[in-house]
Structure formats: structure tokens, C-alpha cells
């Protein structure tokens, strides 16, 4: 008897201990800065000024999204600057910006005050500053995700949704250039690429979906065949020299192009490396006969939307001018089977060869709050996170 009575004395104590509100728990609170890195440099807020390349216009998209309110029917912010969740009070282009809270904004006031930005900071920069705890907010890069949060960083990471591929230009035709374009598509290892340059952060791809969007990835394969590519390298008979070109600004992009010319050399194929100067972002129409010669790139596609549709259009839209892909038009009310067909149709044609997929990785510091990942297509929530601290140190 005193054993059942003792037991229900325990469960209505335990009861009214959850009713309790805890006393460690924090609510969100107003005020401070938030310190935020970025590796590029952002010359102009203006959304009608082009980016003078794509790491530029990344994070010019992110923040004209916590400057502006509303977007125009292409998707281009429209309307007055400081219209969205925060205004400029300080603009030094290309080397700092503060922006300062909106306290009229329509979905109310941001938590932090302000959000002050260092522009132009390496990525080991950037993440010896998450380290020391110099900053609160930066984009790391996929392949040093790991060692930043061995360091004791506190990282944050995406589905893989950017695809790193290769793009043969417009200028190759015929039977024997098709063929030295699927040998060295067979040729790649992609696992090697994904396991030791990306230190296992992303995955191999086979197709320009992600399985996590499409579910039909898993039809694309990923694995290299390097015996296959040299029996397709024997039967031409006159091999071409191919150039491969990567951004003069992407390290990575410089480390895969040059593994892809090792595991080329391989299979027997003729396959050296070029850097590419840096073209604005609007210009990635380079072909052979531009100023630096070169047969196939490098080219980086994040993905607009988790919809595969979606993806998928914007991605033909890209590659279309570069690669001359103009047969695999999507129609307006695309079924998943129509996706897969014309996903497959562009990978038929051998003028595209994805590598891999990639996730988007953030370093945030241990005194920000509320912080959810953004999904594809959507722009970093700083107007929403909030300052454990608003002592920066």
C-alpha cells in the first residue's frame, strides 16, 4: 500500500514539475550586431547592376533579399532599397556594409539591431574568425566543413543542391567527338573526388538532379569505368587534344579539373587543364575561340528550387547557350516521368558530365539563436535569428 502510494505521489510530482515553465529556457530577445563574412565583393546593391562574377552574385542575391520587399515577375527584387526587413547606414563597396534593422518592415522589426558585413575574406580567414569567435555568420567551404567543426566551429549544412560539372562547349560535333566525350565521362572518379577533395561532404552525380529532389538519381550511374574508357579511346582513330578550363577564383574547381585530367591520362586520353579568367556573371557563354581557348569547363549550378521542375528548367536555360542544348525542352506541365526523360535525353548527349553534388555549409557562432538551414532557392533567415549575447566577445 505505502509502495502505490508512494508511485502516485511521484507521477503528480512529475506532472507539475512539466507544467512548470523551466527556468534555463531563453527567450528570443532584441537587440545587438550580427558580424557576417563573405569571400566576395559586392561593388553595388543595386539589383540591375550585374555581379562581375557568380561568387559575387550569390551574395549580392542575399543580401538585395534583406534589403527589398517584393520581387518582380522575372524574380528580380523591385521597389526601394531598404523596403525589406533592414536599410544601409553604411556602405563601403566591396569592403563593408552595416545594415541597420527596419523597424517598419510589413513581417515586423528583425531581432538584431544591425548586421555589420566584412567583404573579401579568404576562406581560411573566414573560418580561422569562426574559430576565434570573431565573427557570427560565414559561408564555409564544403570541402573544409569538417575541419571546421573539428576546430570546435559550429556548422551547419545543407542537402547536397550544387552540382559541379562538366560542360563540353559549343564546336564539337560528330561521331568520334562524342565518343571522346563518353570516354571521359567514364573515365572520372568521382567517389575519389567526393571522398578525399571533398573530405566525404556531398556525393557522386550521375544526372543533373539530386536523388533527395527527383528519386531517380539512382538511374544515372556514378561509377567510373576506366577499362570501358580506354576501349572507346582505341577505336578512335585520330584522338583529339581537349583543354579543360576552370575559374581563375575557385580553388576547388582548379583541384577536381585537376584530378579529371589525371584520371583522363588514364584511360589514354589527351586532356590538359586551363584557367579562365573570371567572366561577370551574366557572361558564361565561353566557347572555343574566345580569348582563352578551351573545348569543355567547369561550371557550378545551385539549384532554384527543391522542385525538380523547376531545377531542372532553370539548369537547360544555363547550359543551353554554352553547350548548344536545345532538343530537351521541358513541357509546362512536366510529369515526373517527363523530367526523367529529358534529364536523360541531355545526359545522352554526352555534352554535359555531372561530377558532384555539393552541400551549402554555414559557420554560425554559439551565440546565435533560431538559425534554420535554408533549402534550395531560399535566401539566408538573418532577419529572423536572434543574440543569445549581444556581447560580441
Avoid at 544591425?114 to 564555409?140: C, P, W, Y
Avoid at 532577419?383 to 549575447?389: I, R
Amino acid at each position: 500500500m505505502k509502495l502505490r502510494s508512494s508511485l502516485y505521489l511521484a507521477a503528480i510530482s512529475a506532472v507539475l514539475l512539466a507544467a512548470v515553465p523551466s527556468h534555463t529556457a531563453r527567450r528570443p530577445r532584441y537587440g545587438g550586431t550580427l558580424r557576417v563574412e563573405l569571400g566576395a565583393t559586392v561593388t553595388s546593391l543595386d539589383p540591375t547592376v550585374a555581379a562581375a562574377n557568380p561568387e559575387e552574385a550569390n551574395a549580392k542575391a542575399e543580401l538585395d533579399a534583406l534589403l527589398y520587399d517584393r520581387r518582380g515577375e522575372d524574380g528580380a527584387f523591385i521597389g526601394a532599397a531598404g523596403s525589406g526587413a533592414f536599410r544601409v547606414s553604411e556602405w563601403d563597396a566591396g569592403k563593408r556594409a552595416v545594415l541597420a534593422a527596419n523597424e517598419n518592415y510589413r513581417e515586423g522589426r528583425p531581432f538584431v539591431d544591425s548586421i555589420e558585413i566584412q567583404m573579401g575574406r579568404s576562406a581560411h580567414d573566414r573560418v580561422l574568425d569562426l574559430e576565434l569567435n570573431k565573427t557570427d555568420f560565414a559561408q564555409v567551404p564544403a570541402e573544409q566543413a569538417r575541419q571546421a567543426a573539428d576546430h570546435g566551429v559550429r556548422v551547419s549544412t545543407s542537402q547536397p543542391n550544387e552540382l559541379l560539372a562538366l560542360v563540353f562547349l559549343r564546336g564539337g560535333s560528330g561521331t568520334e567527338t562524342a565518343r571522346v566525350r563518353e570516354a571521359i565521362s567514364r573515365s572520372i572518379d568521382r567517389t575519389a573526388i567526393v571522398n578525399f577533395i571533398l573530405q566525404k561532404e556531398g556525393e557522386p552525380a550521375g544526372g543533373l538532379l539530386p536523388q533527395w529532389s527527383s528519386g531517380t538519381a539512382f538511374l544515372f550511374s556514378t561509377q567510373a569505368a576506366v577499362r570501358n574508357a580506354k576501349e572507346i579511346q582505341a577505336q578512335i582513330s585520330t584522338s583529339p587534344k581537349l583543354v579543360l578550363g576552370y575559374d581563375s577564383a575557385d580553388t576547388l574547381e582548379q583541384t577536381v579539373a585537376e584530378r579529371i585530367v589525371v584520371n583522363a591520362k588514364e584511360a589514354g586520353i589527351s586532356l590538359t587543364s586551363r584557367v579562365i579568367p573570371s567572366k561577370p556573371a551574366h557572361g558564361t557563354d565561353i566557347r572555343p575561340g574566345d580569348a582563352v581557348h578551351v573545348d569543355a569547363r567547369l561550371i557550378r549550378l545551385r539549384m532554384p528550387s527543391p522542385l525538380p521542375k523547376v531545377s531542372l528548367a532553370a539548369f537547360i536555360d544555363k547550359l543551353g547557350p554554352m553547350a548548344g542544348i536545345v532538343d530537351s525542352p521541358l513541357p509546362e506541365s512536366a510529369s515526373p516521368e517527363d523530367i526523367y526523360y529529358c534529364e536523360r535525353s541531355i545526359m545522352n548527349s554526352g555534352l554535359v558530365v555531372p561530377i558532384v553534388w555539393m552541400p551549402q555549409v554555414y559557420g554560425i557562432s554559439a551565440r546565435v539563436r533560431d538559425w534554420k538551414q535554408p533549402a534550395a532557392g531560399e535566401t539566408w533567415p538573418l532577419a529572423d535569428v536572434w543574440l543569445d549575447s549581444t556581447d560580441a566577445h
